[in-house]
T-cell receptor, first 111, second 115 residues
């Protein structure tokens, strides 16, 4: 079946430093890889996504890189701020229909 | 606007009750989804509707019954639930599904407690 592994499960970084979260997936045919941020008591919020025809995508302080050969992709947050504290989920679209999520990373920004 | 709304925000129900969760979007999206999220776990897909027809049922027990009355509304009817069904129920929508990989936007969820 579809498998998405996400690491680390928890991450604490000093405010202003960078944070990196990595995901690996099993199906080489997958072609869509979104990242979601979930704050306490809220639904997941789409923050950035990447498609398989692109190796990197950036949106202000957030970037995602994709290595299709190795079947992994990563979220990079630079100049972290307290409001970046949340749980982050990677996801992979399998078979063009089913979005499967990673296990989540609890990111804490230390002021 | 990428807003998906869900009602109610919180629901407490007994195992013999019948209740419904509601989801609404006005983005013209033709695919709508129900997910279940347990505490400290990722969302898990339950159902997918595409063009108001049930497209995917992830082997969900029959005590959960989805309904899509029109392209903007999605309901989840609940009957004879178990305490282990307590979770955050999330609705999502996307422009379409299938080839093209469309972004999914989530609502805030309904926090369900079964007593």
């Amino acid at each position: 079946g579809e498998n998405v592994e996400q690491h680390p499960s928890t991450l604490s970084v000093q405010e202003g430093d960078s944070a990196v979260i990595k995901c690996t997936y099993s199906d080489s045919a997958s072609n869509y890889f979104p990242w979601y941020k979930q704050e306490l008591g809220k639904g997941p919020q789409l923050i950035i996504d990447i498609r398989s025809n692109v190796g990197e995508k950036k949106d202000q302080r957030i970037a995602v890189t994709l290595n299709k050969t190795a079947k992994h992709f990563s979220l990079h947050i630079t100049e972290t701020q307290p409001e970046d504290s949340a749980v982050y989920f990677c996801a992979v679209l399998f078979g063009n229909e089913k979005l499967t999520f990673g296990t989540g990373t609890r990111l804490t920004i230390i002021p | 606007d990428t807003e998906v709304t869900q009602t109610p925000k919180h629901l407490v129900m007994g195992m013999t009750n019948k209740k419904s969760l509601k989801c609404e979007q006005h983005m013209g999206h033709r695919a709508m989804y129900w997910y279940k999220q347990k505490a400290k776990k990722p969302p898990e897909l339950m159902f997918v509707y595409s063009y108001e027809k049930l497209s995917i049922n992830e082997s969900v027990p029959s005590r959960f019954s989805p309904e899509c009355p029109n392209s903007s509304l999605l309901n989840l009817h609940l009957h004879a639930l178990q305490p282990e069904d307590s979770a955050l129920y999330l609705c999502a929508s996307s422009q379409d599904m299938g080839t093209g990989a469309y972004e999914q936007y989530f609502g805030p969820g309904t926090r369900l407690t079964v007593t």
